[in-house]
Protein backbone atom coordinates (compact mmCIF):
# COMPACT_ATOMS: atom_id res chain seq x y z
CA UNK A 1 0.00 0.00 0.00
CA UNK A 2 1.42 3.17 -1.01
CA UNK A 3 2.68 5.70 1.85
CA UNK A 4 0.36 8.48 3.10
CA UNK A 5 1.41 11.41 1.66
CA UNK A 6 3.67 13.72 4.11
CA UNK A 7 2.92 17.67 4.57
CA UNK A 8 6.89 18.08 4.61
CA UNK A 9 7.29 16.36 1.08
CA UNK A 10 4.66 18.88 -0.47
CA UNK A 11 5.34 21.75 -2.38
CA UNK A 12 2.63 24.10 -3.21
CA UNK A 13 3.56 27.68 -4.83
CA UNK A 14 2.04 30.60 -2.99
CA UNK A 15 1.79 28.33 -0.07
CA UNK A 16 3.28 29.81 3.16
CA UNK A 17 6.01 27.44 4.99
CA UNK A 18 5.61 25.91 8.53
CA UNK A 19 6.49 28.72 11.10
CA UNK A 20 7.43 27.85 14.82
CA UNK A 21 7.28 30.47 16.64
CA UNK A 22 8.84 29.24 20.65
CA UNK A 23 7.70 30.77 23.82
CA UNK A 24 9.74 29.02 25.85
CA UNK A 25 8.28 25.31 25.47
CA UNK A 26 7.10 23.49 22.65
CA UNK A 27 3.76 23.63 23.93
CA UNK A 28 3.20 27.24 23.34
CA UNK A 29 4.34 26.98 19.62
CA UNK A 30 2.25 28.97 17.36
CA UNK A 31 1.66 27.35 13.97
CA UNK A 32 1.03 27.97 10.26
CA UNK A 33 -0.87 25.56 7.56
CA UNK A 34 1.12 24.75 4.88
CA UNK A 35 -1.50 25.09 2.19
CA UNK A 36 -2.20 27.69 -0.42
CA UNK A 37 -3.94 31.18 0.32
CA UNK A 38 -7.15 31.27 0.76
CA UNK A 39 -9.92 32.86 -2.38
CA UNK A 40 -11.68 35.70 -0.53
CA UNK A 41 -14.79 34.66 -2.14
CA UNK A 42 -17.94 32.93 -1.82
CA UNK A 43 -17.99 29.74 -3.46
CA UNK A 44 -20.24 29.96 -6.57
CA UNK A 45 -23.99 29.84 -6.31
CA UNK A 46 -24.33 26.78 -8.45
CA UNK A 47 -21.91 24.49 -6.05
CA UNK A 48 -23.30 25.89 -2.90
CA UNK A 49 -27.10 25.00 -4.03
CA UNK A 50 -24.95 21.46 -4.58
CA UNK A 51 -23.60 21.25 -1.39
CA UNK A 52 -27.05 22.60 0.24
CA UNK A 53 -28.98 20.02 -1.41
CA UNK A 54 -26.45 16.73 -0.28
CA UNK A 55 -26.62 17.94 3.30
CA UNK A 56 -30.26 18.58 3.47
CA UNK A 57 -30.67 15.19 2.31
CA UNK A 58 -28.16 13.64 5.02
CA UNK A 59 -30.67 15.80 7.36
CA UNK A 60 -33.78 14.06 6.04
CA UNK A 61 -31.76 10.79 5.95
CA UNK A 62 -30.57 10.93 9.57
CA UNK A 63 -33.45 12.72 11.19
CA UNK A 64 -31.53 15.83 11.78
CA UNK A 65 -33.26 19.35 12.61
CA UNK A 66 -30.27 20.78 12.30
CA UNK A 67 -26.43 21.22 10.62
CA UNK A 68 -23.59 23.18 10.31
CA UNK A 69 -21.28 22.82 7.43
CA UNK A 70 -17.99 24.63 5.89
CA UNK A 71 -16.19 24.05 3.06
CA UNK A 72 -13.24 25.86 1.70
CA UNK A 73 -11.94 25.51 -1.55
CA UNK A 74 -8.70 27.46 -2.01
CA UNK A 75 -8.64 28.09 -5.44
CA UNK A 76 -12.39 28.77 -5.79
CA UNK A 77 -14.09 30.17 -2.22
CA UNK A 78 -16.00 29.39 0.69
CA UNK A 79 -19.33 28.36 2.78
CA UNK A 80 -19.64 28.53 5.68
CA UNK A 81 -23.46 27.94 6.40
CA UNK A 82 -25.63 26.71 9.05
CA UNK A 83 -29.08 24.91 7.85
CA UNK A 84 -32.35 23.92 9.53
CA UNK A 85 -33.73 24.52 13.17
CA UNK A 86 -32.37 24.01 16.55
CA UNK A 87 -35.38 21.54 17.38
CA UNK A 88 -39.04 20.89 16.11
CA UNK A 89 -40.29 24.84 16.05
CA UNK A 90 -36.99 25.70 17.23
CA UNK A 91 -35.17 28.39 15.87
CA UNK A 92 -32.78 28.47 12.77
CA UNK A 93 -29.26 26.88 12.85
CA UNK A 94 -26.46 29.49 12.19
CA UNK A 95 -22.75 28.88 11.92
CA UNK A 96 -21.38 30.33 14.86
CA UNK A 97 -22.74 27.69 17.28
CA UNK A 98 -20.52 24.90 19.16
CA UNK A 99 -21.15 21.27 18.91
CA UNK A 100 -19.25 18.30 20.17
CA UNK A 101 -16.36 17.19 18.17
CA UNK A 102 -16.97 13.29 18.56
CA UNK A 103 -13.86 11.38 17.47
CA UNK A 104 -11.87 14.32 15.83
CA UNK A 105 -11.39 14.64 19.73
CA UNK A 106 -9.27 11.51 19.42
CA UNK A 107 -6.64 12.72 16.63
CA UNK A 108 -6.16 15.89 19.46
CA UNK A 109 -5.13 13.69 21.73
CA UNK A 110 -2.43 11.89 19.61
CA UNK A 111 -1.46 15.09 18.24
CA UNK A 112 -0.31 15.26 21.73
CA UNK A 113 1.20 11.90 22.14
CA UNK A 114 3.70 11.95 18.68
CA UNK A 115 4.44 15.49 20.01
CA UNK A 116 5.66 13.87 23.08
CA UNK A 117 7.57 11.50 21.44
CA UNK A 118 9.15 14.61 19.20
CA UNK A 119 10.12 16.01 22.35
CA UNK A 120 11.68 12.82 23.84
CA UNK A 121 9.39 12.70 26.37
CA UNK A 122 8.13 9.17 25.40
CA UNK A 123 8.47 6.74 22.49
CA UNK A 124 5.30 5.49 20.51
CA UNK A 125 6.96 1.80 20.79
CA UNK A 126 6.85 2.11 24.55
CA UNK A 127 4.07 -0.83 25.84
CA UNK A 128 0.95 1.47 26.69
CA UNK A 129 1.15 -0.74 30.58
CA UNK A 130 4.39 1.53 30.78
CA UNK A 131 2.25 4.69 30.78
CA UNK A 132 -0.73 3.12 31.83
CA UNK A 133 -0.40 1.58 35.21
CA UNK A 134 -2.78 -1.81 36.30
CA UNK A 135 -2.37 -3.28 32.62
CA UNK A 136 -0.96 -6.39 33.72
CA UNK A 137 -0.06 -8.60 30.20
CA UNK A 138 -0.21 -5.53 27.74
CA UNK A 139 3.31 -5.15 26.86
CA UNK A 140 2.24 -6.81 23.79
CA UNK A 141 0.44 -3.35 22.50
CA UNK A 142 2.31 -0.17 22.11
CA UNK A 143 1.38 3.75 22.16
CA UNK A 144 1.52 3.35 18.19
CA UNK A 145 -0.71 0.55 18.13
CA UNK A 146 -3.43 2.29 20.35
CA UNK A 147 -3.17 5.63 18.14
CA UNK A 148 -3.60 3.24 14.85
CA UNK A 149 -6.22 1.70 15.94
CA UNK A 150 -4.24 -1.69 15.92
CA UNK A 151 -4.36 -2.68 19.65
CA UNK A 152 -6.65 -5.26 19.24
CA UNK A 153 -8.43 -3.90 22.27
CA UNK A 154 -11.89 -3.34 22.01
CA UNK A 155 -14.37 0.00 22.64
CA UNK A 156 -15.90 0.57 25.97
CA UNK A 157 -19.01 2.21 24.20
CA UNK A 158 -20.91 -0.79 23.09
CA UNK A 159 -21.14 -1.78 26.76
CA UNK A 160 -22.25 1.66 28.24
CA UNK A 161 -24.44 3.21 25.11
CA UNK A 162 -27.88 2.00 27.33
CA UNK A 163 -26.70 3.73 30.66
CA UNK A 164 -25.54 6.91 28.94
CA UNK A 165 -28.92 6.84 27.10
CA UNK A 166 -30.55 6.60 30.42
CA UNK A 167 -28.24 9.04 32.09
CA UNK A 168 -26.29 11.50 29.96
CA UNK A 169 -25.17 13.50 33.38
CA UNK A 170 -23.17 10.65 35.00
CA UNK A 171 -19.38 12.08 35.28
CA UNK A 172 -17.62 9.21 34.60
CA UNK A 173 -14.10 7.77 35.60
CA UNK A 174 -11.30 7.02 33.03
CA UNK A 175 -10.27 3.96 35.18
CA UNK A 176 -13.55 2.79 35.02
CA UNK A 177 -14.31 3.03 30.91
CA UNK A 178 -11.11 1.50 30.41
CA UNK A 179 -12.07 -1.59 32.66
CA UNK A 180 -15.63 -2.10 30.19
CA UNK A 181 -12.87 -1.59 27.23
CA UNK A 182 -10.37 -4.42 28.42
CA UNK A 183 -13.13 -6.39 29.95
CA UNK A 184 -14.43 -7.29 26.83
CA UNK A 185 -12.48 -10.33 24.39
CA UNK A 186 -9.97 -8.42 21.97
CA UNK A 187 -10.75 -7.49 18.64
CA UNK A 188 -7.51 -9.34 17.44
CA UNK A 189 -3.93 -10.11 18.16
CA UNK A 190 -2.04 -6.32 18.25
CA UNK A 191 -0.55 -5.12 15.23
CA UNK A 192 -3.31 -6.87 13.12
CA UNK A 193 -5.80 -5.40 12.16
CA UNK A 194 -7.57 -2.15 12.60
CA UNK A 195 -10.69 -2.00 14.79
CA UNK A 196 -12.68 0.86 16.22
CA UNK A 197 -12.29 1.51 19.30
CA UNK A 198 -12.97 4.56 21.99
CA UNK A 199 -10.62 2.39 24.37
CA UNK A 200 -7.40 3.48 22.41
CA UNK A 201 -7.89 7.23 22.35
CA UNK A 202 -8.68 6.44 26.16
CA UNK A 203 -4.96 4.52 26.68
CA UNK A 204 -3.37 7.36 24.73
CA UNK A 205 -4.57 10.46 26.85
CA UNK A 206 -3.72 8.35 30.13
CA UNK A 207 -0.41 8.28 28.55
CA UNK A 208 -0.36 11.66 27.75
CA UNK A 209 -1.12 12.46 31.40
CA UNK A 210 1.00 10.33 33.11
CA UNK A 211 4.04 11.41 30.79
CA UNK A 212 3.19 15.36 31.26
CA UNK A 213 1.43 15.48 34.76
CA UNK A 214 -1.30 17.28 32.88
CA UNK A 215 -4.76 16.83 32.62
CA UNK A 216 -6.19 16.05 29.27
CA UNK A 217 -7.90 18.98 28.97
CA UNK A 218 -4.63 21.71 29.63
CA UNK A 219 -2.81 19.50 26.97
CA UNK A 220 -5.16 20.02 24.34
CA UNK A 221 -5.51 23.48 24.99
CA UNK A 222 -1.93 23.65 24.99
CA UNK A 223 -0.82 21.79 22.48
CA UNK A 224 -3.46 21.73 19.94
CA UNK A 225 -5.61 24.72 20.04
CA UNK A 226 -4.01 27.36 21.21
CA UNK A 227 -0.88 26.82 18.77
CA UNK A 228 -3.49 26.99 15.84
CA UNK A 229 -5.70 29.67 17.28
CA UNK A 230 -8.93 27.11 17.97
CA UNK A 231 -10.77 29.42 19.99
CA UNK A 232 -13.97 27.53 20.43
CA UNK A 233 -11.89 24.25 20.93
CA UNK A 234 -10.99 22.57 24.15
CA UNK A 235 -12.11 19.60 26.52
CA UNK A 236 -14.10 20.76 28.83
CA UNK A 237 -14.97 19.84 32.83
CA UNK A 238 -16.85 16.87 33.69
CA UNK A 239 -19.28 18.24 35.12
CA UNK A 240 -22.69 18.17 32.60
CA UNK A 241 -22.71 21.13 30.21
CA UNK A 242 -23.49 22.07 27.39
CA UNK A 243 -20.70 22.81 24.19
CA UNK A 244 -20.81 26.33 24.56
CA UNK A 245 -22.82 29.48 25.77
CA UNK A 246 -24.79 28.94 22.06
CA UNK A 247 -25.05 25.34 21.08
CA UNK A 248 -26.15 23.11 18.20
CA UNK A 249 -28.69 21.38 20.11
CA UNK A 250 -27.98 17.52 20.15
CA UNK A 251 -30.49 14.58 19.93
CA UNK A 252 -30.51 10.84 19.50
CA UNK A 253 -33.33 8.86 18.08
CA UNK A 254 -33.92 5.42 19.15
CA UNK A 255 -35.34 2.48 17.55
CA UNK A 256 -39.17 1.14 19.10
CA UNK A 257 -39.54 -2.68 19.38
CA UNK A 258 -40.81 -2.86 15.85
CA UNK A 259 -37.59 -1.51 14.94
CA UNK A 260 -39.30 1.76 14.05
CA UNK A 261 -37.01 4.91 14.26
CA UNK A 262 -38.40 8.02 16.46
CA UNK A 263 -38.08 10.63 13.91
CA UNK A 264 -40.45 13.19 15.42
CA UNK A 265 -39.65 14.01 18.78
CA UNK A 266 -36.10 12.13 19.44
CA UNK A 267 -34.73 12.43 22.95
CA UNK A 268 -31.74 15.87 23.37
CA UNK A 269 -28.71 15.14 24.13
CA UNK A 270 -27.09 18.62 24.06
CA UNK A 271 -26.24 18.86 28.10
CA UNK A 272 -24.15 15.71 28.97
CA UNK A 273 -21.10 15.02 30.86
CA UNK A 274 -17.47 15.19 28.77
CA UNK A 275 -16.24 12.88 30.86
CA UNK A 276 -18.09 9.68 28.80
CA UNK A 277 -16.45 10.89 25.40
CA UNK A 278 -12.99 12.35 27.05
CA UNK A 279 -9.76 11.28 24.85
CA UNK A 280 -11.98 9.83 21.88
CA UNK A 281 -14.93 12.23 21.98
CA UNK A 282 -15.26 14.62 24.39
CA UNK A 283 -14.28 17.97 22.44
CA UNK A 284 -16.56 20.98 21.77
CA UNK A 285 -15.79 22.94 18.68
CA UNK A 286 -17.49 25.01 16.28
CA UNK A 287 -17.48 24.64 12.57
CA UNK A 288 -14.75 27.54 11.46
CA UNK A 289 -12.44 25.86 14.50
CA UNK A 290 -13.35 22.46 13.18
CA UNK A 291 -12.28 23.47 9.40
CA UNK A 292 -9.10 24.78 10.73
CA UNK A 293 -8.13 21.73 12.49
CA UNK A 294 -8.52 19.35 9.45
CA UNK A 295 -6.45 21.35 7.32
CA UNK A 296 -3.65 21.18 10.37
CA UNK A 297 -3.94 17.56 10.87
CA UNK A 298 -3.98 16.88 7.15
CA UNK A 299 -0.38 18.52 6.92
CA UNK A 300 0.78 16.91 10.26
CA UNK A 301 1.13 20.87 11.62
CA UNK A 302 1.82 20.58 14.68
CA UNK A 303 4.36 17.94 14.61
CA UNK A 304 8.17 18.02 13.06
CA UNK A 305 8.58 17.47 9.72
CA UNK A 306 10.80 13.81 10.07
CA UNK A 307 7.95 12.06 12.29
CA UNK A 308 6.62 9.10 11.40
CA UNK A 309 3.21 9.37 12.31
CA UNK A 310 1.42 8.31 9.04
CA UNK A 311 4.32 5.94 8.01
CA UNK A 312 2.00 2.56 7.91
CA UNK A 313 -1.44 3.11 7.16
CA UNK A 314 -3.35 -0.25 7.51
CA UNK A 315 -7.14 -0.91 5.56
CA UNK A 316 -9.78 0.29 7.98
CA UNK A 317 -11.83 -2.99 7.00
CA UNK A 318 -12.15 -6.01 4.56
CA UNK A 319 -15.81 -4.81 3.66
CA UNK A 320 -14.53 -0.72 3.00
CA UNK A 321 -12.60 0.68 -0.15
CA UNK A 322 -8.99 0.06 -0.48
CA UNK A 323 -8.48 3.99 -0.72
CA UNK A 324 -10.14 3.96 3.05
CA UNK A 325 -7.14 3.55 5.76
CA UNK A 326 -6.00 4.10 9.22
CA UNK A 327 -3.16 5.76 10.92
CA UNK A 328 -1.61 7.96 13.31
CA UNK A 329 -5.19 8.42 15.29
CA UNK A 330 -6.67 9.59 11.16
CA UNK A 331 -8.06 8.38 8.55
CA UNK A 332 -7.36 9.02 5.02
CA UNK A 333 -10.14 8.86 2.30
CA UNK A 334 -8.02 9.24 -1.21
CA UNK A 335 -5.98 12.56 -1.34
CA UNK A 336 -8.31 13.69 1.94
CA UNK A 337 -6.86 13.12 6.08
CA UNK A 338 -9.35 13.58 8.42
CA UNK A 339 -10.98 12.31 11.30
CA UNK A 340 -15.51 11.62 11.46
CA UNK A 341 -17.55 10.15 14.42
CA UNK A 342 -20.04 10.12 16.79
CA UNK A 343 -21.01 11.24 19.97
CA UNK A 344 -24.62 10.94 21.64
CA UNK A 345 -26.47 13.74 20.18
CA UNK A 346 -23.80 14.66 17.00
CA UNK A 347 -21.99 13.00 13.98
CA UNK A 348 -18.81 15.22 12.87
CA UNK A 349 -16.60 14.61 10.00
CA UNK A 350 -13.99 16.92 9.20
CA UNK A 351 -11.52 16.48 6.26
CA UNK A 352 -8.70 18.29 4.21
CA UNK A 353 -6.12 17.58 0.96
CA UNK A 354 -3.12 18.73 2.03
CA UNK A 355 -2.00 19.18 -0.91
CA UNK A 356 -4.65 21.65 -2.78
CA UNK A 357 -5.83 22.89 0.65
CA UNK A 358 -9.51 21.93 0.60
CA UNK A 359 -10.93 21.44 3.58
CA UNK A 360 -14.73 19.93 4.67
CA UNK A 361 -16.31 20.31 8.02
CA UNK A 362 -19.73 19.16 8.95
CA UNK A 363 -21.95 18.05 12.05
CA UNK A 364 -25.68 16.88 12.03
CA UNK A 365 -27.40 17.12 15.28
CA UNK A 366 -29.00 13.27 15.56
CA UNK A 367 -26.68 10.79 16.35
CA UNK A 368 -29.11 7.79 15.77
CA UNK A 369 -28.03 6.50 12.22
CA UNK A 370 -25.20 5.04 10.85
CA UNK A 371 -22.38 6.29 12.75
CA UNK A 372 -20.49 6.64 9.09
CA UNK A 373 -22.75 8.86 7.76
CA UNK A 374 -20.55 12.10 8.55
CA UNK A 375 -18.19 10.87 6.65
CA UNK A 376 -20.47 9.78 3.79
CA UNK A 377 -21.32 13.43 3.56
CA UNK A 378 -18.07 15.34 4.04
CA UNK A 379 -16.85 13.13 1.28
CA UNK A 380 -19.87 13.83 -1.11
CA UNK A 381 -19.15 17.81 0.11
CA UNK A 382 -15.79 17.43 -0.97
CA UNK A 383 -16.47 15.43 -4.44
CA UNK A 384 -18.61 18.63 -5.18
CA UNK A 385 -16.13 21.27 -3.86
CA UNK A 386 -13.61 19.48 -5.86
CA UNK A 387 -15.16 20.59 -8.97
CA UNK A 388 -15.89 24.16 -7.76
CA UNK A 389 -14.51 26.48 -10.49
CA UNK A 390 -11.72 28.77 -10.15
CA UNK A 391 -12.01 32.10 -8.92
CA UNK A 392 -9.97 34.81 -11.33
CA UNK A 393 -6.04 34.30 -11.16
CA UNK A 394 -6.82 30.59 -9.62
CA UNK A 395 -6.22 27.07 -11.21
CA UNK A 396 -8.34 24.04 -10.75
CA UNK A 397 -6.61 21.17 -9.10
CA UNK A 398 -6.54 18.22 -11.34
CA UNK A 399 -6.39 15.80 -9.02
CA UNK A 400 -9.53 13.89 -8.34
CA UNK A 401 -10.69 11.84 -6.34
CA UNK A 402 -11.78 7.83 -6.12
CA UNK A 403 -15.39 8.68 -5.83
CA UNK A 404 -18.30 10.53 -7.10
CA UNK A 405 -20.45 12.86 -5.06
CA UNK A 406 -23.59 10.14 -6.23
CA UNK A 407 -21.92 7.32 -4.69
CA UNK A 408 -21.72 8.90 -1.44
CA UNK A 409 -25.05 10.54 -1.39
CA UNK A 410 -26.72 6.97 -2.19
CA UNK A 411 -24.52 5.70 0.96
CA UNK A 412 -26.43 8.38 2.97
CA UNK A 413 -29.65 7.13 1.76
CA UNK A 414 -29.54 2.96 1.91
CA UNK A 415 -28.81 4.05 5.74
CA UNK A 416 -31.80 6.25 6.64
CA UNK A 417 -33.49 6.07 9.22
CA UNK A 418 -35.83 8.50 7.94
CA UNK A 419 -37.63 9.08 4.90
CA UNK A 420 -38.19 12.51 3.85
CA UNK A 421 -42.20 13.90 4.42
CA UNK A 422 -44.65 12.56 1.79
CA UNK A 423 -45.76 15.80 -0.98
Keep these: MARWRRSAAIAIAGAGALVLALSGCTAQQTVSIDVPAQVDAP ?46 GGAEVTSD ?78 RELLAYGIARP ?53 APATPGPSSLPGYWSQPNAEGAWNCTDPAEFTEMSSSYGGAASGAVTSITDLGRYAQALATDALLPADNDRFANPVPVGPDQPTWFTAAGGTFQAGSLIGQFGWTPGY ?4 FADPQTGMSVAVVLNNSGGNKLTSAWLAWELAAIASKAPAA ?25 ICAAPAS
Design 43 to 88: LPEATVAELQDAVTSAMTATGSSGAIVGVWAPWSGTWVSGLGTQGP
Design 97 to 174: LAFRAAEVTGAMTCDILYGLAADGTLAMSDPINTWVSNLPGYDDITLRQACDGTSGIASYTSTLEATVLANPDRVWNA
Design 186 to 238: RLNAPGGAYGTSATNYLIAGLAAERATNETLSTLIAERVAQPLGLSSTSLPAP
Design 347 to 350: MTAA
Design 392 to 416: EGQTLPEAGLPWTAEQMRDLVSANA
